[in-house]
């Protein structure tokens, strides 16, 4: 039974996992973290948590293990690897990815954590670092209602739009969904206030316009304002949105789908990382589309 008394290990703590690992901490949860840059995670320990060396040491000690790292070559390490979290991990400890990654992956640590008597839910979220900051992010889920019901509690300090989307693999499925709209609607947003510019308007005052409208959406209210303020800084990473693109077109083809406005934005982004941006927030597409 989840509690405040429940110890949850935190493992990845970058621009959204420090947040979310945060809101745990000011929810009055034990949290135990490990980090491959150990400063990275200061500000956390500074608040309580306690500071694990290894991810085995951590898998050891935690009730919950919650993963938010880079890439699927990062979450296979965490879980797979040497000391990782599965030869680790205590008989009825519940390990939640909340790192964007492919299904099949998904699918695989669910089997595996099954066979040692672990529960396992991918839940990839979307929000960017202001959901994070917030604990507003939508968290998409994949795994067993019982599990779900079960991490409810937890889920509810981290997002407000939680929704168990079927088995495993289906919140990851669910997050590719997220990202193939959000590609081309990120070339849209740009292109509107590039087209604003050349028109002669002030770009902030149609921005107020257009985004309460049938344009509306996230990178339109959020990202469009900063694109005029030139704050290129990261609440989403370029090179993370390749890697999440990346995996969106690989499922899409083994699907046998076509997805043009996907293709186009991911090859316009490997443009963009190529030109030095990959450590650049995703609207700094606005600087490859201006030229």
């Not at 034990?30 to 500074?46: D, F, H, P, S, W």
């Not at 469009?224 to 989403?236: E, I, Q, S």
């Not at 316009?268 to 650049?280: I, P, Q, T, V």
Request: with cysteine; glycine share 10%.
């Amino acid at each position: 039974m989840i509690s405040k008394d429940t110890k949850i290990g935190f493992i990845g703590t970058g621009v959204m996992g420090k947040s979310m690992a945060r809101n745990l901490q000011m929810a009055g949860y034990q949290i135990n973290v490990y980090t491959r840059t150990k400063e990275k995670a200061k500000e956390l320990i500074g608040l309580g948590a306690d500071w694990k060396n290894t991810v085995a040491e951590l898998a050891r000690d935690s009730e919950v293990i919650i993963t938010m790292v880079g890439y699927p070559s990062d979450v296979e390490e965490v879980y797979f690897g040497e000391n990782g979290i599965l030869d680790n991990a205590k008989i009825g400890t519940f390990v939640i990815d909340m790192t964007t990654s492919k299904p099949s992956l998904a699918k695989e640590i669910y089997a595996a954590a099954t066979d040692k008597q672990i529960f396992s839910l991918d839940a990839p979220v979307s929000g960017g670092d202001t959901g994070a900051q917030s604990g507003k992010l939508a968290i998409m889920v994949g795994g067993d209602q019982k599990a779900f019901d079960e991490l409810l509690p937890i889920f509810t300090v981290i997002g407000e739009n939680i929704i168990l989307q079927g088995g495993p693999g289906a919140g990851q499925h669910t997050k590719l969904a997220n990202q193939i709209t959000i590609a081309s609607n990120m070339v849209g947003v740009c292109e509107a206030i590039i087209y604003a510019k050349k028109a002669g308007l002030n770009p902030g005052r149609v921005l107020d316009s257009i985004s309460t409208g049938a344009a509306a959406s996230f990178s339109l209210s959020n990202l469009g304002p900063r694109m005029l303020k030139r704050d290129f800084a990261p609440g989403f990473y370029v090179k993370h949105f390749i890697k999440d693109m990346t995996i969106a077109l690989e499922s899409a083809k083994e699907m046998g789908l076509a997805t043009p406005g996907l293709s186009l934005s991911l090859e316009l982004y490997k443009e963009l990382a190529e030109k030095g941006e990959n450590d650049s927030g995703t609207q700094a597409l606005i600087k490859l589309l201006e030229r």
